[in-house]
């Protein structure tokens, strides 16, 4: 894809990175939300840095939402937008960085620390300016599909005032663990070599499944439909209602799965 190097303003650079920056956090933190319900792990062992007990699902959380971020810039940024992406994953390098200077490396040294949390903040800081800068050479791949001015995501700015503190964390946290429950319940499927007589004689599980994957196409969905009023040219009342309801029903469900 041919991209037009003209240079971007400073203003719109540095807003960009900005917005990635807490774009990251709170793709994050709703990843951080499915953690901590799906491994039941105490509230004061959630940090922002470290998840409890967890390893690989916090690279990969960490991972996610650096490319996230990232992928966001290059479909907002003509040129400039892989610098920009390195330049967002500071915040994360330095949390990353003062985990593991003030607290892995002297527990360690105390005998007092798994290894494996000695190499965590190792690999995300080494490994997330690489991803934020494969993330917006990825972004930068739709860049003409995100075009309309004054919008990131073709959803006009001030929308996003209230999208990051009552409903992107909720849109993250809510499908992605709709979906990791059903592959729990069909792990617990008590027969697996035939798929007759799953549903024949593992009826409660067949059952189960069912449910929670009319759920989970019904999220989908109905943020699909909410994406589409919110990008569109003009959002009137009936649909302002639209997207009311489903941040209210999302926050309801929220309510339940923060408990």
Not at 12 to 40: E, H, M, P, W, Y
Not at 66 to 76: H, K, M, S
Not at 91 to 114: D, E, F, K, M, R
């Amino acid at each position: 894809m041919a991209i037009d190097e003209q240079k971007p303003l400073i203003k719109d650079f540095i807003l960009i990175t900005l917005f990635a920056i807490i774009f990251s956090f709170v793709v994050s933190d709703g990843l951080r939300l499915v953690v901590k319900k799906l491994l039941q792990i105490p509230k004061e062992q959630m940090g922002i840095v470290l998840w409890g007990d967890t390893f690989f699902l916090r690279i990969i959380a960490s991972f996610i939402s650096t490319t996230a971020g990232a992928f966001v810039i290059g479909t907002f940024l003509k040129s400039k937008a892989r610098l920009a992406a390195v330049l967002s994953t500071l915040p994360i390098v330095a949390c990353w960085s003062w985990s593991l200077i003030y607290t892995t490396i002297p527990a360690y040294q105390l005998n007092i620390g798994n290894s494996k949390y000695f190499l965590l903040p190792i690999i995300i800081i080494v490994i997330s300016p690489a991803l934020g800068y494969f993330g917006a050479l990825q972004g930068q791949e739709y860049l003409n599909e995100f075009q309309r001015p004054g919008s990131i995501l073709n959803i006009r700015w001030p929308h996003w005032f209230w999208i990051f503190p009552f409903y992107l964390n909720k849109i993250v946290a809510i499908p992605v663990f709709t979906l990791l429950l059903l592959w729990r319940i069909d792990a617990n499927s008590k027969i697996d070599d035939n798929p007759i007589f799953s549903i024949i004689f593992d009826f409660g599980n067949t059952i189960s499944r069912i449910i929670v994957f009319l759920i989970l196409m019904s999220f989908l969905v109905s943020m699909g439909y909410v994406y589409e009023l919110l990008t569109a040219e003009k959002i009137k009342w009936k649909d302002g209602l639209i997207i009311l309801g489903h941040v209210l029903l999302l926050s309801a469900v929220g309510l339940i799965f923060y408990r």
